[in-house]
Structure formats: C-alpha cells, structure tokens
C-alpha cells in the first residue's frame, strides 16, 4: 500500500533555531499534502496545504512566516518551524492522499515528528 | 459551521464488543473515515465509508448512515492491544478531512 515518509521522527532544539521536516510519498505522487499539529490530548488540528508547485494554504491562525511550507516536487513536502519556541513543542504529522486513478480518497499518515524546544 | 461528535472516553472488557458512534455535519460529503491512533504515535487508517451500510475488516466493523449523519465503528474480541484512541474524520466538498476529537478507549482485562 501507499507509504508516506516523514523525517526526522524526534527533534529536539534550542529556543530560536528552525527545525525542518520531510514528508515524502514513497510510492504515489501527491500534488496536495496536509500538515497537522496535534497538542497534548487535543485532536489534529489542519495548519496548511501544501500544494505542488504553489503557495501553501494556510488555516486561520497559523502564521505562515513561522511555519513554511515548501512543495517542491510531486513526493517531498517540508515544514519549517522558524525561531523555535517551547509553545511550539508538539507532534507534527503530515498527511497525503494518493490521488491516482480509481477514485481512492484514502489518505495516508507519516509517522510523525515530536518536536521539543527548549 | 461544520462539526463532528464522538464520546469523550469509553471503556470495555478484553474479549467484549464496543461501539464508538460519530455523528457528523459538514459542508458535502466524500466520505468517512476511522483512524486507530496509540498515545504517541500518528493515526493509521482503518476505514473508509462513503456509500451506506456496513464494511467488515475482520474484528473491525464500520457503518455509515449518510441521511443520518452517522457512523459507528465496532471493534469485536477486544484485545489489549485495542486501547487507542479512535478518531473519526469526514472528508467535505472541498475534499478537506474534517476531524472528530477522537474516543479514548479503554480495554480492562
């Protein structure tokens, strides 16, 4: 089945640096790929679309100078925290859907990346 | 406003039957979806529902009723391994995934 990719898993960095993560759809091409935040105990919460070749779609809320979303290519997605903050401590799991032929909608997790700032 | 409701928490025995119903209102409807999610971990896909009835994955069950707004996931011979949350989430007219809270389950032995 479709895989997604995402890397690094953990990351732990100072107050003020950026961290980026990867997201890559191994094996189907995804023009369109999500980004959630998930806070302790909360549901996912949708921060961006990334879309390829675009600008990305950001949620009410979400500052896109802080979080940038790069869609270079059909398979790679990255999200840049910028200027690391503890309040930006949290689980970051992209998503993409195989949007191939036969209609499948169903959409595919990466592993997820536990971001800790400290 | 768009909006997804499932219990809080539930709890059930090792080797018994649970039910996590989901009621959904959304802008459109291309489906419903259920994701098995351990503490820790991202969500992994375990149904998807976009026409009405029931589809059967082995212990995993899921129903979906579209004029209701209303789907259920039933989990049979509930092992340990079972205690997750389980989130349900409608995909809406703009193909976007609209995510419920997510039900906590608990399996006592």
């Known amino acids: 089945g479709a895989v997604v990719s995402q890397h690094p898993s953990r990351v732990i960095c100072k107050s003020g640096t950026s961290v980026k993560i990867e997201c890559r759809s191994l094996d189907f091409q995804a023009t369109t790929m999500f980004w959630y935040r998930q806070f302790p105990k909360q549901s996912l919460m949708l921060m961006a679309t990334?879309?390829?070749?675009?600008?990305?779609?950001?949620e009410q809320g979400v500052e896109k100078d802080k979080f940038l979303i790069n869609h270079a290519s059909l398979t790679l997605s990255t999200l840049t925290v910028t200027s690391a903050h503890p309040e930006d401590s949290s689980f970051y799991i992209c998503?993409?859907?195989?949007?191939?032929?036969?209609?499948?909608?169903?959409?595919?997790f990466g592993q997820g990346t536990r971001l800790t700032v400290v | 406003g768009q909006n997804i409701d499932q219990p809080t928490e539930m709890t059930a025995t090792e080797g018994a039957i649970v039910q996590i119903n989901c009621t959904y209102q959304t802008s459109g409807f291309n489906g419903l979806f259920w994701y098995q999610q351990h503490a820790g971990e991202a969500p992994t896909f375990l149904s998807y529902?976009?026409l009405d009835g029931l589809e059967e994955k082995g212990r995993f069950s899921s129903f979906l009723s579209r004029s209701k707004g209303y789907s259920y996931l039933l989990l049979k011979e509930l092992q340990m391994k079972d205690s997750a949350s389980y989130l349900c989430?409608?995909?809406?007219?703009?193909?976007?995934?609209?995510w419920g809270a997510g039900t906590k389950l608990i399996i006592k032995p």
């Open positions: 529902n976009v």
């Open positions: 998503s993409a859907r195989d949007e191939g032929g036969g209609g499948d909608t169903e959409a595919f």
């Open positions: 990334s879309n390829e070749g675009s600008k990305a779609t950001y």
């Open positions: 989430a409608v995909l809406d007219s703009n193909y976007q995934l609209i």
